[in-house]
Nanobody, 119 residues
């Protein structure tokens, strides 16, 4: 199974970016998906998560500015980031709980995509 993330880049403060992540491989079902980030000198932290049914959860820092969504048919998750701030600068990782069969679920991480917000 692979999680391929893309969409990072350099943006000015106040701007927007959309991150995308697609799962591929031996997949029976994709359960929870989400985005984490790791800022320089910090631990990896949750940004937003979404269940297969569409329920969402956001870090306080993301509420009101970021929107997570998913396309179950495409096994993909997206993160629309608006009103970006310099403190959003981080490597963003997508995450997914993927089932290979009815009784077998593993956690997977994408390779990370760098988001840099200039002031």
């Amino acid at each position: 199974v692979q999680l391929q993330a893309y969409g990072g880049g350099l943006v000015q403060a106040g701007g927007s970016l959309t991150l995308s992540c697609a799962a591929s491989g031996d997949i029976y079902r994709v359960n929870d998906m989400g985005w984490y980030r790791q800022r320089p000198g910090s631990v990896r932290e949750l940004v937003a998560a979404i269940t297969s049914g569409g329920s969402t959860n956001y870090a306080d820092s993301a509420k009101g500015r970021f929107t997570i969504s998913r396309d179950n048919a495409k096994k993909s998750v997206y993160l629309q980031m608006d009103i970006l701030k310099p403190e959003d600068t981080a490597v963003y990782y997508c995450h997914a709980d993927i089932m290979h069969s009815k009784n077998c679920e593993y956690k997977y991480w994408g390779q990370g995509t760098l988001v840099t917000v200039s002031s």
